[in-house]
């Protein structure tokens, strides 16, 4: 029983399913060659991240899969309803990264709300002879702490994120059309908790009263979700933090409004031209940067590799 894991699989997925009696590959295949390979070697379930395309092409041309895996939340890289019609299981892990993925959306927070992303690249270059400088030009930082925080999309992740600003002390507010409302329970060190009940609302109020914006919702098929129409809606000084997909956010209206000054600052995990970012974006110094990093952390891969070898057991009835 073969499994190629093509973007790689943490340890504890490959340990967990070679004791099942799996044989795991980890090669790395380039993308032209994955039919051939998967054909030659009768490999049954194939893993992705967010690199490898499983589309119509390479499903119709590897008749002997059973099961496609991703190692993540979304399933954009899967062509999933066509897979299905071909009585294949397509498989993903969309609880496993949600706490790496908003403990991210805060580090970019305390980032933007302290200019470190830009103290960062100029300390090095000139923190020993402009010093002083330095020091008053990032001097009018912000507290998170009393700030309202927006956020559009309250599933698993968008949770997360509301569960750490409650405990920092934020006002939260979401926006999302599937759910009405979400309770959220704050846990603290010596297991008590709270309970916190958010009321969704229109996106439109949501843009209105946030000091902060975070996006967690899909790729978007057509139109961005947040263009320079509801930037304009936005307060002024407003920060936007995207750790979801690419092409959420139109990248041309937020450098217009971050060189306005309507934006005071952006986060970015994901961007319009991966793995190739615009360089007007890399090189912005209101815009804090990581390279698609939301889920990796040493627990998440964990998780996400126990969750995908436990899905491959039990579809496959190996106990």
Do not use: W
């Not at 380039?30 to 194939?46: C, G, M, S, V």
């Not at 990264?97 to 305390?110: N, W």
């Not at 209105?208 to 307060?235: C, S, Y």
């Not at 933090?241 to 217009?256: D, F, P």
Request: proline share 3%.
């Amino acid at each position: 029983m073969k499994i190629l894991a093509n973007d790689g699989l943490d340890q504890s997925g490959i340990d967990a399913l070679t004791i099942k009696g799996f044989e795991v590959i980890t090669e790395k295949i380039p993308q032209q060659l994955i039919a051939d390979f998967i054909n030659k070697h009768h490999i049954k379930t194939l893993l992705v991240r967010s690199a490898t395309e499983v589309r119509k092409e390479l499903i119709d041309a590897c008749p002997s899969l059973e099961i496609i895996g991703r190692g993540g939340v979304g399933l954009d890289n899967i062509d999933v309803d066509y897979a299905r019609s071909k009585n294949i299981h397509v498989i993903n892990t969309p609880g496993a990264s949600s706490a790496s993925v908003a403990e991210l959306v805060f580090a970019h927070l305390f980032s933007g709300a302290r200019f470190l992303q830009d103290s960062n690249r100029k300390m090095p270059v000139i923190g020993d002879t402009q010093f002083n400088q330095l020091k008053k030009s990032y001097a009018e930082g912000i507290e998170l702490r009393g700030k309202t925080i927006g956020i559009i999309g309250m599933g698993r992740i968008g949770q997360e994120v509301a569960r750490i600003a409650l405990g920092l002390g934020m006002r939260v507010i979401a926006a999302d059309n599937n759910i009405g409302r979400a309770s959220i329970k704050v846990k603290f060190y010596n297991n008590q908790f709270i309970n916190v009940d958010i009321e969704t609302e229109p996106l439109e109020d949501v843009l209105q009263h946030a000091d902060f914006i975070t996006l967690h919702v899909p790729a978007q098929k057509e139109e961005h979700m947040i263009g320079a129409e509801e930037i304009q809606k936005m307060k002024n000084g407003v920060a936007i933090i995207n750790c979801s997909r690419g092409g959420v956010v139109e990248e041309h209206a937020l450098v217009e409004a971050l060189n306005s000054g309507k934006v005071a600052f952006a986060c970015l995990d994901v961007f319009n031209n991966e793995p190739h970012p615009s360089k007007e974006i890399l090189t912005h110094p209101k815009i804090s940067l990581s390279p698609h990093t939301g889920a990796s952390t040493v627990e998440a891969q964990d998780r996400i590799g126990i969750s995908l070898a436990e899905q491959i057991c039990s579809i496959l009835q190996v106990s």
